[in-house]
């Protein structure tokens, strides 16, 4: 079965750019969550989607935004991309509640 | 502020030789429990994982985890560390009326062949 994919794997930007990173869930999980990872620390909580509904936000600033599709896949827009935006961008799925399923992440560096 | 601390940035072991990975939270009532593994170049796996039940949880490749409410704990262990273990250790708590993952800040691991 296939896991979690994101894409791009890597994505060069610079500041005061858009960007849109995509993630298609484990076949038959609904929940989709975002998270940032900064070097040497550990993952951050973005977004949470389950059923296309918005279940959880995290500490970030509006630049950040989300959305899931009727087939459960989900991107994650940052807009005004600011040097501190560049990250591991991490995408897990989950049936519902409980364990988190992660992809490969994106890795974005913003110029 | 709640938080999640795993105590060791770094840790060096030898092969063979015994680990244990310490988690701290600082959330009351019914958490969830996570450690994930991020080996080199790869992307985060759950190692274990614990719900409820008996708190001695076994998880793939070895390691094995206890849970002790009474201490706020999830340390990792594994009796005998193997090279292919080198790998970036998380652990990650679900609080209570939760859905998202609250992380420590890794610990790095590398043993020497």
């Known amino acids: 079965d296939a896991g979690v994919t994101q894409s791009p794997t890597h994505l060069i930007k610079t500041r005061g750019q858009q960007v849109t990173l995509r993630c298609s869930p484990i076949s038959g999980h609904k929940s989709v969550s975002w998270y940032q990872q900064v070097l040497g620390q550990g993952p951050q909580f973005i977004f949470q989607y389950y059923e296309k509904e918005e279940r959880g936000r995290g500490n970030f600033p509006d630049r950040f935004s989300a959305r899931q599709f009727p087939n459960y896949s989900s991107e994650l827009n940052v807009n005004a991309l600011l040097l501190g935006d560049s990250a591991l961008y991490l995408c897990a799925s989950s049936p519902g509640t409980g364990t988190q399923y992660f992809g490969p992440g994106t890795r974005l560096t913003v110029l | 502020a709640q938080s999640v601390s795993q105590h060791n940035h770094h840790v060096i072991l030898s092969e063979a030789a015994s680990l244990e990975l310490g988690c701290n939270y600082s959330y009351g009532g019914t958490v969830n429990l996570f450690w994930y593994v991020q080996y080199p170049g790869q992307h985060l796996q759950l190692l274990l994982k614990?719900?409820?039940?008996d708190p001695l949880v076994k998880g793939i490749k070895g390691f094995e985890a206890e849970f002790i409410k009474s201490k706020f704990s999830f340390n990792l262990r594994k009796p005998s560390v193997q090279w292919s273990d080198t790998a970036e250790y998380f652990c990650a708590v679900i609080p209570p009326s939760n859905y998202q993952l609250i992380w420590g800040a890794g610990t790095k691991l590398i043993i020497k062949p």
């Open positions: 614990y719900f409820s039940g």
